[in-house]
T-cell receptor, first 116, second 112 residues
Framework: GAGVSQSPSNKVTEKGKDVELRCDPI?????LYWYRQSLGQGLEFLIY????????KSGLPSDRFSAERTGGSVSTLTIQRTQQEDSAVYLC??????????????FGEGSWLTVV | QKEVEQDPGPLSVPEGAIVSLNCTYS??????FMWYRQYSRKGPELLMY????GNKEDGRFTAQVDKSSKYISLFIRDSQPSDSATYLC????????????FGKGTMLLVSP
């Protein structure tokens, strides 16, 4: 597709359940990022992929959060045993490379997660 | 003190007004500065990118960086109702996107 695609766009889950969020980056983009945006908060960095490797996963808030990327393309963010504080918009983004200079990062529309 | 401070607004202006949006920061190592626009229920999109200090202009938008004051601004001339959105500043000390620190965003409302 033309842009970064995320699914599901909305997800309501019960506390304690696991959820998987999917991201299809722009074709050819080697860098992929996951961010979290809570109500009234700025974007919180979660993890960065370069190809299939994650050189920076420092933003994952707990070991309940994990992510993988396969084939240098699709990425899945998994949240195990969801808690109410996990309710947020999870944004995926991609760029041609991980370098800011002369290189634009493109965001998807996000997966809106509500834990009840 | 948070690394990046941004007034959440909302900032309400009439159509045609000049808008000034600002961020302050505490990390003197920041040298890459960006402004993103985020419409409701959409992802952020890059508006302006500035490296180090100075001004940058693109159409109705001007970005200013004052590193001595640790203060950045985005000016919007001849504001339009379509400019109504949340504006996020972001900055980094190095050239990696994974190191960007975002402000919480300022909501702008431009009334016709």
């Amino acid at each position: 597709g033309a842009g970064v695609s995320q699914s599901p766009s909305n997800k309501v889950t019960e506390k304690g359940k696991d959820v998987e969020l999917r991201c299809d980056p722009i074709s050819g983009h080697t860098a992929l990022y996951w961010y979290r945006q809570s109500l009234g908060q700025g974007l919180e960095f979660l993890i960065y992929f370069q190809g299939n490797s994650a050189p920076d996963k420092s933003g994952l808030p707990s070991d309940r959060f994990s992510a993988e990327r396969t084939g240098g393309s699709v990425s899945t963010l998994t949240i195990q045993r969801t808690q109410q504080e996990d309710s947020a918009v999870y944004l995926c983004a991609s760029s041609l490379s991980g370098d800011i200079s002369g290189n634009t990062i493109y965001f998807g529309e996000g997966s809106w997660l509500t834990v009840v | 003190q948070k690394e990046v401070e941004q007034d959440p607004g909302p900032l309400s202006v009439p159509e045609g007004a000049i808008v000034s949006l600002n961020c302050t920061y505490s990390n003197s190592a920041f040298q890459y500065f960006m402004w993103y626009r985020q419409y409701s229920r959409k992802g952020p999109e890059l508006l302006m990118y500035t490296y180090s200090s100075g001004n940058k202009e693109d159409g109705r938008f001007t970005a200013q960086v004052d590193k001595s004051s640790k203060y950045i601004s985005l000016f919007i001339r001849d504001s339009q109702p379509s400019d109504s959105a949340t504006y996020l500043c972001a900055m980094s000390a190095n050239s990696g996107y994974s190191t960007l620190t975002f402000g919480k965003g300022t909501m702008l409302l431009v009334s016709p």
